[in-house]
């Protein structure tokens, strides 16, 4: 049972460039978390998804950043005219249900904007 | 504010040795209190888990204790080895929502 999977796992991006992060979860788990770490510092939330709905994104930029989670395939965030500040690890967790029940965390994804 | 802060930020040890990290905690209530394990260029993967109720959960060496009237919790890692080399991450879980302390940087010396 193959964990969570995300790619790429290194991306390098110009500002004002878009950037795209795909996570697919853990085979079963219908519920997507993604978070961001900025140097230094620790695990950030931002957005919570399930299939095709999102729960809650009360930690996402309000601008230049969206997520989705859609029926087939994987979840995508997307970073918009990026800047130097969103360079980050990006790491998405799934978990088979949604209040309580354990996030398993896939590598990240390191963002690197130039 | 950082509702959950740990202590120490880095820690060095020599191989074999005991050591215990820290994590005072704000958030009230909580469902679950847990330890991670993140090394470095890698996601966190959990070492252990414990609802408000509980005192002490262990898993091989670790230790994790807590104490939900000082709002503190403890992890101790006994008879460390080189490969225990890593970021240990305090995250308080209520519902859905997963708030992560700072980390403590363990290193683990020959």
């Known amino acids: 049972n193959a964990g969570v999977m995300q790619n790429p796992r290194h991306l390098v991006r110009r500002r004002g460039q878009e950037a795209r992060l795909r996570c697919s979860p853990m085979?079963?788990?219908?519920?997507v978390y993604w978070y961001r770490q900025l140097p230094e510092e620790g695990l950030k939330f931002m957005v919570y998804?399930?299939?095709?709905?999102?729960?809650?994104e009360s930690g996402m930029p309000k601008e230049r950043f969206s997520a989705e989670f859609p029926k087939e395939g994987p979840s995508i965030l997307r970073i918009q005219q990026v800047v130097r500040g969103d360079s980050a690890a990006y790491f998405c967790?799934?978990?088979?249900?949604?209040?309580?029940?354990?996030?398993?965390f896939g590598p990240g994804t390191r963002l690197t904007v130039t | 504010k950082n509702q959950v802060e740990q202590s120490p930020q880095s820690l060095i040890i020599l191989e074999g040795k005991n050591c215990t990290l820290q994590?005072?905690?704000?958030?009230?209530?909580?469902?679950?209190l847990r330890w991670y394990k993140q090394d470095t260029g890698r996601g966190p993967v959990s070492l252990t888990i414990?609802?408000?109720?509980?005192n002490t959960k262990s898993n091989g060496r670790y230790t994790a204790t807590l104490d939900a009237d000082t709002k503190q919790s403890s992890l101790h890692i006994t008879a460390s080895q080189l490969s225990d080399s890593a970021s240990y991450i305090c995250?308080?879980?209520?519902?859905?929502?997963?708030?992560f302390g700072g980390g403590t940087r363990l290193m683990v010396k020959p």
């Open positions: 994590c005072n905690y704000t958030v009230s209530p909580f469902s679950n």
């Open positions: 967790a799934s978990s088979d249900s949604g209040s309580g029940y354990e996030q398993y």
């Open positions: 414990m609802t408000f109720s509980e």
């Open positions: 085979k079963g788990h219908s519920h």
């Open positions: 998804l399930q299939k095709e709905n999102i729960i809650d």
């Open positions: 995250v308080v879980q209520l519902g859905n929502m997963l708030t």
